[in-house]
């Protein structure tokens, strides 16, 4: 039997191959090529350099801001924490003392032994109870189930505000994670880390204000400075943080404005006699802007004077010299 034909019909009715790309996977192929890059980008930082980036876009500025607040935190609760710890400690030597009387007189006489046997027990529980209750002030009880109101008191809510959004993304668990180093080796922390009421004071470089902060599972202090590695500006995108922007300063370098100036071609240009008007001069600056600009990777309005400003301090150096010009050589 010969093989039957196809029509041109069927043919006409046959599903067509589709010629557009699947969007989807595109998507998909581009954001596995962002993360990539993301990753070779990432580099190790403290987690307060990281804080600060948040905070601000001038990383010396959100430090700045970052020190004081947790300053202020810990001066809050310093004193409360002391004072638990200071109880701890008397205990623990009530509990040391009375252990050895009651063993020395338990030699001698099980009927007086007995109690301070009962009075040291109830020492060692009142130094456990210390430490419990601190926790339990952090975390809202002796486990830590959900993550707390961070406590900062009168400090400056827009700073709390901003690191929010980091310890969001810690109290997540996504990468990447947190973690301190110990014994050459970097240990990752849980989520639960930051669950704590003080979580702030993790972002001080002190090590006292770090031992406020109590491990989640059991009552001792998490004195350990924590770092992530991370790409920075990836990841205050992907959190959505909003630093406050960099801040113009008021001191101008008029050094290095001057310097600029006395460099630059256009000025030769106008000392061989050509005329000094408004429109030579606003080129001048321009040209100056431009290029320190890219050099300082800033805004040259962070470097450099008002331009009404800078109208008159080139005029004054061009009006020196041709004065100097005059002068008898």
Not at 122 to 130: H, M, N
Not at 219 to 235: C, G, Y
Not at 321 to 326: C, D, L, P
């Amino acid at each position: 039997m010969a093989p039957r034909s196809v029509t041109q019909k069927e043919v006409a009715q046959a599903p067509k191959a589709s010629k557009t790309p699947n969007i989807r996977t595109e998507e998909k192929s581009q954001k596995e090529a962002r993360l990539v890059l993301e990753q070779a980008q990432e580099k190790e930082f403290p987690l307060r350099q990281i804080a600060a980036n948040f905070i601000s876009e001038d990383e010396d500025d959100g430090l700045k801001r970052l020190d004081a607040f947790t300053g202020r935190i810990y001066n809050q609760y310093s004193n409360k924490y002391s004072l638990l710890m200071a109880r701890a400690a008397w205990l623990c030597g009530l509990f040391v003392v009375l252990i050895i009387f009651a063993i020395i007189i338990d030699r001698l006489s099980a009927k007086y032994g007995d109690p301070l046997y009962v009075v040291a027990v109830l020492s060692f529980f009142g130094v456990l109870f210390s430490f419990w209750s601190w926790q339990a002030f952090q975390y809202g009880s002796l486990s830590a189930k959900k993550s707390q109101e961070a406590f900062y008191g009168e400090s400056d809510k827009d700073v709390a505000l901003k690191l929010d959004g980091l310890f969001k993304h810690l109290q997540s668990g996504k990468t990447p994670k947190a973690y301190f180093k110990k014994n050459g080796s970097d240990r990752y922390l849980d989520q639960k880390h930051f669950y704590g009421g003080l979580r702030f004071l993790l972002l001080s470089p002190e090590r006292t204000y770090r031992e406020l902060v109590f491990q989640p599972v059991r009552p001792w202090p998490f004195s350990h400075e924590t770092f992530m590695r991370v790409n920075i500006k990836a990841l205050i995108q992907r959190t959505n943080a909003s630093p406050d922007k960099r801040q113009k300063s008021d001191q101008h370098d008029y050094k290095r404005l001057l310097l600029l100036i006395i460099e630059h071609p256009a000025l030769k240009q106008i000392i061989r006699g050509e005329p000094r008007d408004a429109g030579r001069l606003k080129k001048l600056i321009t040209s100056l802007s431009d290029a320190d600009a890219d050099e300082q990777d800033m805004d040259f309005d962070d470097l450099t004077p008002e331009k009404s400003q800078m109208y008159k301090f080139v005029g004054e150096i061009l009006t020196a010299i041709e004065k100097n010009k005059s002068l008898p050589g």
